[in-house]
C-alpha cells in the first residue's frame, strides 16, 4: 500500500528565507510523486511531478523538488519565501499508472513572517 | 488554459436528502476522480472512472455514492441519502491529457454543509 507523511503540520519561515518542506513516501511499486498547493477557499494547483525522468523536478513559482530513492523522500524547496507563497501545500504519490488515485499526506501549512 | 469546473461552490441541505455535485473535466481528458477534504484534513480519494466504468473506489464510497457521466461532458456525484458526516470539501479531478496522462487536475471544489 502507498502513504505519504509530511514532517511538520506547520513551517513558519522569514520572507527571503530558505523554504523546505518535507515529504517521504512508502510505495511498493515505482512511485509518481506530486506537490500540489492550496490557497485559502481555493482548489489544488499543481506545483511539480516527478514521473521517473530527472530526479530535480522545477515547478511554479521558484519551487523544485528532488526525488531521492534511497530515502524515499520528495521534499519542497524554495531559495526564498515571498509572503505570497503562503499556503497549505500537500505532497501526493500515485503508482505508474494513468489511472492512478492520489494518496495525499496530511499537509503543510507555510506561514511567511514579513 | 483548460480548467475543471464545479458547481455550486457551495451548497447546504438536510440530512437525508439527495444532492448532486456537478463537474465539468477538461474535454480532452479520459479519466475522471472524486476526491473529499474534511474540513482540517487531508484530501482523501473517492472514486475513479474510466469509459464509463468506475475503475476504483475507496472504503468512503459506499451504497449511498454513485457517480455517473451521463452526456460526455459532465460529471457527477450523487449522494442518496446525506449525513452529517458528509459534509466537506468535494473536488472533482481529470487526468488523460496526450503527453500528461498521470496529472490530475482539480476543480475548486464544492462546498457542502449537512445540517
Known amino acids: 500500500a502507498q502513504s505519504v507523511t509530511q514532517l511538520g503540520s506547520h513551517v513558519s519561515v522569514s520572507e527571503g528565507a530558505l523554504v523546505l518542506l518535507r515529504c517521504n513516501y512508502s510505495?511498493?511499486?515505482?512511485?509518481?510523486l506530486f506537490w500540489y498547493v492550496q490557497y485559502p477557499n481555493q482548489g489544488l494547483q499543481l506545483l511539480l511531478k516527478?514521473?521517473?525522468?530527472?530526479?530535480l523536478v522545477k515547478g511554479i513559482n521558484g519551487f523544485e523538488a528532488e526525488f531521492k530513492k534511497s530515502e524515499t523522500s520528495f521534499h519542497l524547496t524554495k531559495p526564498s519565501a515571498h509572503m505570497s507563497d503562503a499556503a497549505e501545500y500537500f505532497c501526493?504519490?500515485?503508482?505508474?499508472?494513468?489511472?492512478?488515485?492520489?494518496?495525499f499526506g496530511q499537509g503543510t501549512t507555510l506561514q511567511v513572517k514579513p | 488554459e483548460p480548467e475543471v469546473t464545479q458547481t455550486p461552490s457551495h451548497q447546504v441541505t438536510q440530512m437525508g436528502q439527495e444532492v448532486i455535485l456537478r463537474c465539468v473535466p477538461i474535454?480532452?481528458?479520459?479519466?475522471f476522480y472524486w476526491y473529499r477534504q474534511i474540513l482540517g484534513q487531508k484530501v482523501e480519494f473517492l472514486v475513479s472512472f474510466y469509459n464509463n466504468e468506475i475503475s476504483e473506489k475507496s472504503e468512503i464510497f459506499d451504497d449511498q455514492f454513485s457517480v455517473e457521466r451521463p452526456d460526455g461532458s459532465n460529471f457527477t456525484l450523487k449522494i442518496r441519502s446525506t449525513k452529517l458526516e458528509d459534509s466537506a470539501m468535494y473536488f472533482c479531478a481529470s487526468s488523460g491529457d496526450r503527453g500528461d496522462q498521470e496529472t490530475q487536475y482539480f476543480g475548486p471544489g464544492t462546498r457542502l454543509l449537512v445540517l
Open positions: 501526493a504519490v500515485s503508482h505508474s499508472s494513468n489511472t492512478g488515485k492520489l494518496i
Open positions: 516527478y514521473t521517473s525522468a530527472a530526479t
Open positions: 474535454s480532452n481528458h479520459l479519466y
Open positions: 510505495s511498493s511499486v515505482p512511485p509518481y
